[in-house]
């Protein structure tokens, strides 16, 4: 393989529009209801974000290598590794996935610093608090994402809705807008949704190497019915966010991409083998971009009438 080649899989790269689309809804959000958009900000800030989330991909892989996770679901037979297997199957040795892991960061660093000297120092701030997620989700002292208690969900919430959203809109108009933070909960709650799915493949394996996600804690009946709970309230958002106003009504329509995900709810059991969440995981996927598909055009459609 190329090296770019080799980068985009150690990132996990095919995975980026699940940060790109909260921050375009910001931008053009600020254009919708301000008129404010330049261009080369949000294409600085596109840049920005898309490094911090694959440095939060890496640094996760990293961290989870480092604390055995990705261990057990290697050699658990009824869990599925979703990492990117450069250090479980030795591709890359940990230096080399640790300097790409932090010239990732640096990046996206050097980005926020640039936008805050042109929009304030809040759009670093935002960035800072993203970052800052991303390290300590998996990274001691704090590993977060191993404790339970819905705090990996909330630092979900944050870091792929209410900080991306409000902070692209801010880098346009230097300024807070509470629409902004209601366009947010849309594509954040469904983004939760994905991560809290993505742990029902490998959750024995989890539990096995201590890390307590919600599945792990409540058990597989229970985080389903939380499952679908999630989904319920992306769905309510989105109705809010058009009553609001952040949305035109037409936005509704993107209450029609969760009819798939819906049905492979009906499809499992309480207790199921870890192959039969791949559907779950897919769908759920599928279902926040073509939710946030809907929803940026809807905006668009509406900046031009």
Known sequence: MS???????????????IML????LGAIGAYVWTGEFHPWLFILTLIGAGAAHLFSNMVN???????????????????????SGFLTQEKWSIRKFETVTWLLFTIATLCGVVLSLFSGWWAFIFGALGGLIAYFYVAPPIRFG???KGYSEVAILLSFGILPVM???YVQTSHMD???????????????????????LHWQADRLAGKKTLVVVWGEKRALRFSRVLLLLACLSLIACVAAGALPPYALLAVITVI????????LQDSNRSEAYLPLMKASTKTTLRCGGVLII?????GLI
């Open 3 to 17: 090296l770019w080649t080799q980068f985009k899989k150690a990132s996990r790269m095919q995975v980026i529009p």
């Open 21 to 24: 689309i909260p921050v375009a």
């Open 61 to 83: 892989d990293l961290w989870d290598y480092k604390n055995g996770t990705d261990d057990e679901a290697k050699n658990n037979v009824d869990a599925i590794s979703t990492n």
């Open 146 to 148: 191993y404790r339970g």
């Open 167 to 169: 902070g692209a809109y």
């Open 178 to 200: 509470v629409r902004a933070l209601m366009l947010s909960l849309p594509i954040g709650l469904l983004t939760t949704l994905i991560l809290f799915n993505h742990h029902f």
């Open 260 to 267: 798939p995900l819906y049905m492979v709810y009906g499809r």
């Open 298 to 302: 809807s905006l668009i459609v509406q």
